[in-house]
Antibody, heavy 123, light 108 residues
Framework: EVQLLESGGGLVQPGGSLRLSCAAS????????MNWVRQAPGKGLEWVST????????YYADSVKGRFTISRDNSKSTLYLQMNGLRAEDTAVYYC????????????????WGQGTLVTVSS | EIVLTQSPGTLSLSPGERATLSCRAS???????LAWYQQRPGQPPRLLIY???SRATGIPDRFSGSGSGTDFTLTISRLEPEDFAVYFC?????????FGQGTKVEIK
């Protein structure tokens, strides 16, 4: 059974930093691209970032490019999102989501989702 | 980027009724790379449909997807109590992947 467990969310001041983690199990982690998708309170869904299985290819939404960095440790089956220069508009639940296709480097639908971790940016 | 517009914003129906949800794209979605998700309160989204019409594993056959190009539809043939939720469409034919704003299916 695929399981994705996010952690690391919390309250941070504008301009601050936070690192999210997503621990994966139930599948061969290194074979799949992984994603971060966020949802502001009461709002819709926004794709944030994708990282290929090998970690060699990364993609970012324009809204976070230059501020967020996605990474992974395949030996620990864990995905990360380093968030710097946080803004009020980054306040959201951040979901880790698995791509469906073995070996793909980017963009499909989101096959499985974690429960999410809430990031609140406020002074 | 491709903008997805879902309609209606809210659908008020009774259990047992048929629900028809629309998703319209600002540009043609290549290869019908269109997915649908269900989100219940306090839960993450759950994949229902991919490739416009293929049901994900474990999804009941009362859920069906159709459409091509710029117009897509999610149909729930007979609403069960657990189907009252918010539904999102998402395109993955062109980067960046984008979502519609959602349709809420509520109990009438």
């Amino acid at each position: 059974e695929v399981q994705l467990l996010e952690s690391g969310g919390g309250l941070v001041q504008p301009g601050g930093s936070l690192r999210l983690s997503c621990a994966a199990s139930g599948f061969t982690f290194s074979m799949y691209a992984m994603n971060w998708v966020r949802q502001a309170p009461g709002k819709g869904l926004e794709w944030v970032s994708t990282l290929s299985g090998s970690g060699g290819s990364s993609y970012y939404a324009d809204s976070v490019k230059g501020r967020f960095t996605i990474s992974r440790d395949n030996s620990k089956s864990t995905l990360y999102l380093q968030m710097n220069g946080l803004r009020a508009e980054d306040t959201a639940v951040y979901y880790c989501a698995k791509d469906p296709v073995v070996g793909a480097t980017s963009g499909f639908y989101f096959e499985f989702w974690g429960q999410g971790t809430l990031v609140t940016v406020s002074s | 980027e491709i903008v997805l517009t879902q309609s209606p914003g809210t659908l008020s129906l009774s259990p047992g009724e048929r629900a028809t949800l629309s998703c319209r794209a600002s540009q043609s979605v290549s290869s019908n790379y269109l997915a649908w998700y269900q989100q219940r309160p306090g839960q993450p989204p759950r994949l229902l449909i991919y490739g416009a019409s293929s049901r994900a594993t474990g999804i009941p056959d009362r859920f069906s997807g159709s459409g091509s190009g710029t117009d897509f539809t999610l149909t729930i043939s007979r609403l069960e109590p657990e189907d009252f939720a918010v539904y999102f469409c998402q395109q993955y034919g062109r980067s960046p992947r984008t979502f519609g704003q959602g349709t809420k299916v509520e109990i009438k």
